[in-house]
């Protein structure tokens, strides 16, 4: 059973809000990312991290934030949050070696931006 | 732009019948998983297929990975109620730094 929170699991905020989405693993992996999930559309990747102190932008291009002082701690940030940000986010970790990729995942963030 | 493409997106059948769900690229791949999501969870791994040509069974549920790396499919025998959920397959490809590719998924629901 994985073990990687997400926090919360569900918000509902107003235009122009901050909000941090918090995510831990407990696993020790060095990798951590953030994806979308939108019904029927691929995930699309938002950040990753290799380790402490390393944030990437993934494919899809975000007004979000990460920071990865530590390594089991992942957490994702929008400054002003818009209605085209509603979505579930999705928190995953793997080992950094190895070649098949196998992801874990958190049970998700449901944002709704009103 | 890498594609996996996924058939079909969903499917609704009654349990204890077959179905095959189906994930098509133009792209190779070192090695391809499928993951299953249930409402209000994130995805779980099945499978992770790495050699041409590879059949893995996980009970009920068999999985091929195409000769050329291309494609893959996942066969269910006799659907329980159980195995409704989102089945999303995922690539990583040669040149992408183990980035994973992923396919849109397959929402299938069995009824009882």
């Known amino acids: 059973e994985a073990d990687i929170y997400q926090t919360p699991r569900y918000l509902v905020i107003g235009t122009g809000k901050k909000i941090t989405l918090e995510c831990s693993q407990t696993?020790?992996?060095?990798?951590m990312y953030w994806y979308q999930q939108d019904p029927g559309m691929e995930l699309h990747l938002i950040h990753y991290?290799?380790?402490?102190?390393?944030?990437e932008k993934g494919d899809l291009s975000s007004e979000s934030t990460v920071s990865r002082i530590r390594t089991e701690h992942f957490p994702l940030t929008l400054e002003s949050a818009r209605p085209s940000h509603t979505s579930q986010y999705l928190c995953?970790?793997?080992?950094?070696?190895?070649?098949?990729?196998?992801?874990?995942f958190g049970e998700g963030s449901r944002l709704t931006v009103l | 732009t890498q594609l996996l493409e996924q058939s079909p997106q969903f499917l609704s059948i009654q349990e204890g019948e077959n179905l095959t769900v189906y994930c098509n690229s133009s792209?190779?791949?070192?090695?391809l998983q499928w993951y299953r999501q249930e409402p209000g969870e994130g995805p779980v791994l099945l499978v992770t297929?790495?050699?041409g040509g590879e059949v893995k069974k996980l009970k009920r549920l068999t999985f091929q990975f195409g000769d050329a790396r291309k494609d893959s499919s996942l066969h269910i025998t006799a659907a329980q109620p159980g195995d409704t959920g989102l089945y999303l397959c995922?690539?990583?490809?040669?040149?992408?730094?183990?980035?994973?590719?992923w396919g849109a998924g397959t929402k299938l629901i069995i009824k009882p």
């Open positions: 696993m020790g992996h060095d990798k």
């Open positions: 995953a970790s793997s080992e950094l070696a190895g070649n098949t990729g196998e992801l874990f």
């Open positions: 792209s190779v791949f070192s090695s």
């Open positions: 995922a690539g990583v490809a040669w040149d992408s730094n183990y980035q994973l590719i």
């Open positions: 297929v790495v050699t």
């Open positions: 991290s290799y380790g402490v102190n390393s944030t």
